[in-house]
């Protein structure tokens, strides 16, 4: 990426940190899918690798967009991401001998955060086009993993209609807000729902494995609730100024 390129959208580290930790993330990316594809039988430890390599390659697109880096750019980068993910997806699925094998457990805060963050970005990226195969990362070939998260079917009707019918939100904190807003069918009244829930966000989501990275010597790319910026375009709403 050139210096004219470098207009961080968040601070916290300058261009000198962004080059360095980019080379660091591509460098491990490639050395993980080396050893991932280094014969022709899967084994755990290389379907491990792969798995650290697509969410490097994550880590990788979203540094690129705290740093700046152009929204038509980041939309074919964001294919990269999702291709990873399903390599990943067809390797564990094969080796479990699994066709429904989840590449990520909603149970856990982090796959959680990742997860509804892909399925953000293809909204705010206006790549509809990928949202079947994100869907697919979780609920497997035959749909035996949908339904278990209701902010998550939320999402995805927006694009598919037969989606599954769910209850629960599996982390409350912050997500309930979240949810809220999604509920009522005045904009105004979701518009403070989702203050609310931005509020909470960061302090709510301590338990994930990049919170307060910005304060360690390395390993921060960028805070953002992609889920936030997307329930504003899916629910229309004009006026979202307070939200900043």
Not at 61 to 84: C, K, M, P, Q, W
């Amino acid at each position: 990426m050139c210096d004219e390129d470098f207009s961080r959208r968040q601070q916290f580290w300058d261009e000198k940190y962004y080059l360095s930790t980019r080379a660091a993330l591509i460098n491990a990316i490639q050395d993980f899918l080396g050893e991932s594809n280094s014969d022709e039988d899967i084994e755990a430890g290389w379907i491990d690798s792969y798995s650290i390599a697509a969410r490097y390659q994550f880590d990788l697109f979203i540094l690129d967009y705290t740093a700046g880096r152009s929204i038509d750019h980041l939309r074919v980068d964001f294919e990269s991401v999702i291709n990873l993910f399903n390599i990943l997806s067809e390797k564990q699925r094969t080796y479990y001998k699994d066709p429904n094998f989840s590449v990520f457990d909603l149970e856990l805060l982090d796959d959680y955060c990742l997860y509804i963050w892909l399925i953000s970005l293809c909204y705010l990226l206006k790549r509809n086009d990928l949202l079947m195969s994100v869907a697919k990362l979780v609920d497997g070939d035959t749909h035996e993993n949908g339904g278990k998260d209701w902010i998550v079917e939320e999402f995805l009707a927006f694009s598919d209609e037969n989606r599954f019918d769910c209850s629960d939100v599996l982390f409350p904190q912050p997500y309930f807000e979240l949810s809220n807003a999604f509920v009522s069918q005045d904009n105004k009244v979701s518009l403070k729902h989702l203050h609310k829930f931005l509020k909470k966000w960061y302090k709510d989501l301590a338990g994930a494995p990049w919170h307060d990275t910005h304060k360690a010597d390395g390993g921060y790319y960028g805070y953002w609730s992609f889920e936030a910026a997307c329930a504003v375009i899916l629910l229309e709403i004009n006026d979202d100024k307070e939200l900043y």
